[in-house]
C-alpha cells in the first residue's frame, strides 16, 4: 500500500500495454488531423501544405482512382467551400470538452476544496469566446463591390513589389485594391485580407479582424487555463492517495515509486479525464503558436497573405535586389504600434489613402 514498500511488477499487464497504445494512438492521430485543418484554414502555398501535396502524389501510386476521385470531392466540398462542417466541429468539441468538465472535473475539485471562483473562470472565458465566435462567423470581413470599390482603393497606396497598380480581379471583374485578395472558397474579393478560416467559415478581413484575434486570445486561454486546471486536479489526486509516497523493493533495496506507475494508475482510474487533458494540452501548444504569430502580424500590420506573399518574393527575387529593398517593404504599411492596434479595431477611422 502506499507509503510501504511491496515488490516491483516485473512487467506491465496487457490492459494496461493496450491502453497506453490505445492513448499514444489517439494523441498522433488528433495531432495530425489539427494540422491538417490548420493548414486547410491557411494559404495554399503553405510549407505544411506543399509537404501534404508532395505526400498526395506519393499516395496517387497507391490508392485506387475511384478512391482517390471521392476524397478529392470530399476535400473539395468540405474544405475548399463553404461549409459549415468545421463549424459544426468546433462547437461539438466545445460541448464535449465542457460537457466532461462540468461532469466529473468540477465537482470533484469543489470536494477537494478548490476555490470555487477558479473552477466558474472556464464558464466566463467560454461566454466571451462564443461572443467572438459569433461575430467572426456573422461579420462580413470586408466584401469589396462596385459600389464601394472607389473607397476602398483609397484606403491603402501601392507597395508595387506584391500590390501593383492597374490589376483586376478577373472573378469578380474589378479593381483589386492594394492588400485585398479575392477568395476562392467564398467566390469575393476582401479588403485587407488575411486567410479563410474554415473554424468560423468565414474569410478574416478588415472588418472582423478585430473579432478574430480576442477570439484567439480567449481560445487560447481557456484551453490553457483547462490543461492546468486538469492537471492540478490529477496531481492532488495522486497526493491524497498517497501515490507519491508508495515504494517497492527489488534485491537490493527500496525505491520510491516510479512516475511511469503513477501515470498508468491515473489512465486507468481516469481515462477520460487525461484524454482531456492530452487533447487541451495539444490544442494550448497549437493555438498558442498561431495566436503568437497573429499578433506579430498585428503589431507590424501585416496579413498572413502579405507574409506568405512576401517571403515568396524575397524567395524568388534573393540575389537580385539589395537587401535594403526586403527590410524596407517588409513592413510598409506599419504605422507604429499604436497606429496599428487602431487601424485593426477601428476600421472605419481608416479611410484615407495611407502615405508610404
Known amino acids: 500500500g502506499p507509503g510501504s514498500a511491496s515488490p516491483r511488477p516485473q512487467g506491465l499487464p496487457a490492459a494496461v500495454m493496450g491502453f497506453l497504445w490505445l492513448f499514444l494512438l489517439y494523441t498522433l492521430l488528433l495531432l495530425l488531423a489539427l494540422l491538417l485543418m490548420c493548414c486547410w484554414s491557411g494559404r495554399e502555398r503553405a510549407g505544411a501544405a506543399r509537404i501534404l501535396s508532395a505526400v498526395a502524389q506519393m499516395v496517387d501510386y497507391v490508392v485506387p482512382p475511384r478512391v482517390q476521385h471521392v ?19 468546433h462547437l461539438v468539441l466545445e460541448v464535449a470538452v465542457f460537457a466532461e468538465y462540468s461532469w466529473e472535473i468540477f465537482g470533484a475539485c469543489l470536494e477537494l476544496e478548490f476555490c470555487w471562483f477558479y473552477l466558474l473562470v472556464p464558464y466566463g472565458l467560454l461566454t466571451v469566446n462564443s461572443v467572438f465566435f459569433l461575430l467572426c462567423c456573422v461579420t462580413d470581413p470586408g466584401t469589396i463591390t462596385k459600389s464601394n470599390l472607389q473607397q476602398c482603393v483609397q484606403v491603402y497606396s501601392y507597395d508595387e513589389v506584391i500590390f501593383q497598380r492597374n490589376l483586376h480581379c478577373p472573378t469578380c ?8 485578395k479575392h477568395c476562392r472558397v467564398c467566390n469575393r474579393c476582401v479588403q485587407r485580407f488575411d486567410h479563410h478560416c474554415v473554424w468560423v467559415n468565414n474569410c478574416i478581413g478588415a472588418l472582423n479582424i478585430r473579432y478574430f484575434l480576442p477570439y484567439l486570445f480567449t481560445l487560447t486561454s481557456m484551453a490553457a487555463y483547462l490543461a492546468v486546471l486538469t492537471a492540478a ?48 494540452l495539444l490544442l494550448s501548444l497549437l493555438v498558442s503558436g498561431y495566436t503568437i504569430f497573429m499578433s506579430y502580424l498585428l503589431l507590424t500590420n501585416q496579413t498572413s497573405n502579405e507574409w506568405f506573399k512576401r517571403r515568396e518574393e524575397n524567395s524568388r527575387q534573393r540575389g537580385h535586389l539589395p537587401y535594403q529593398h526586403y527590410s524596407a517593404s517588409k513592413f510598409v504599411y506599419s504605422k507604429g504600434i499604436l497606429g496599428n492596434l487602431r487601424e485593426v479595431f477601428q476600421p472605419h477611422t481608416c479611410l484615407k489613402k495611407k502615405e508610404t
Open 233 to 280: 486536479f490529477l496531481l492532488q489526486v495522486a497526493l491524497l492517495s498517497g501515490l507519491m509516497l508508495g515504494s517497492y523493493m527489488d534485491e537490493r533495496q527500496e525505491w520510491a515509486e516510479e512516475i511511469n506507475f503513477i501515470v498508468q494508475h491515473l489512465f486507468l482510474t481516469f481515462p477520460r479525464i487525461v484524454f482531456l487533458e492530452g487533447f487541451l
Open 71 to 89: 476524397t478529392q470531392n470530399a476535400v473539395h466540398r468540405f474544405c475548399q467551400s463553404r461549409n459549415p462542417l468545421f463549424v459544426v466541429l
Open 173 to 180: 471583374n474589378l479593381e483589386k485594391p492594394a492588400r485585398s
